[in-house]
């Protein structure tokens, strides 16, 4: 089984919300999914997204590939805990 850390979309039509989770890679974008690793809000100004870093670190250290998307949230959150 090959993980894939990815978004899973939520919330309405033109309100989209996403969740990050840890999916087997054959699984529908908005199916079945092992683990929530966390969320991310567009539309907010201020606090966009929250993670769960150990979670993350976890699968990817088990072999999950993150999204393009979730690459650059791991990113911004890395960059927020040093600042």
């Known amino acids: 089984m090959s993980v894939s850390i990815r978004l899973k979309r939520t919330g309405a039509r033109n309100a989209a919300c996403f ?15 092992i683990e929530t690793l966390g969320w991310y ?3 907010r100004v201020d606090d966009k997204f929250s993670l769960k870093m ?3 670190e976890h699968w990817i250290s088990e072999g999950g590939i993150p999204s393009a998307t979730v690459k650059s949230l791991i990113k911004q959150a890395k960059k927020a805990a040093v600042a």
Do not use: K, M, Q
Request: charged share 50%.
């Open 19 to 33: 969740r990050v989770v840890a999916a087997d890679s054959r699984s529908p974008r908005d199916g079945r999914f």
């Open 41 to 43: 809000d567009p539309r």
């Open 54 to 56: 150990d979670r993350i």
